[in-house]
């Protein structure tokens, strides 16, 4: 698959991966992220899979903007998704911005995120 291609088809899965019906499907969670998951949030705190499945569909989805997307292929079926993102939280009256970097991996069928991380940064 070229570079290109994959740059696309990971950010149509990120761009997924915010939408409400994602975020509230403990289902379509389980299919796009891989069982060995892991995250750093933007708040310091770490959430593996499980943690994952159970808390975001018991959150009011939040209304994510996505910028600056850059892709990078690390090996053979490991690529790298950078980007800016802006949330907006339905108890916050002010918008959170942070740089994010998502890993994917690619099981032979399918691209699964593996790895995500949020850093705050300055408004942009």
Known sequence: MHSDTIKQHLIEL??????????????????????DFYEIAATGRCFGKADVLERLPAETPPVISQQDF???????????LTYRATIQRADDNSPTYSVRSSLYRFDGEKWQM???????????
């Open 70 to 80: 850059a892709c990078r292929v690390l090996a053979d079926g490991l690529a790298q």
């Open 114 to 124: 593996v790895f995500h991380q949020g850093t705050v940064c300055n408004p942009f």
């Open 14 to 35: 990120e761009q997924l991966l915010v939408q409400p019906a994602t975020r509230l499907s403990v289902e379509l969670l389980n299919h796009y992220l891989a069982d």
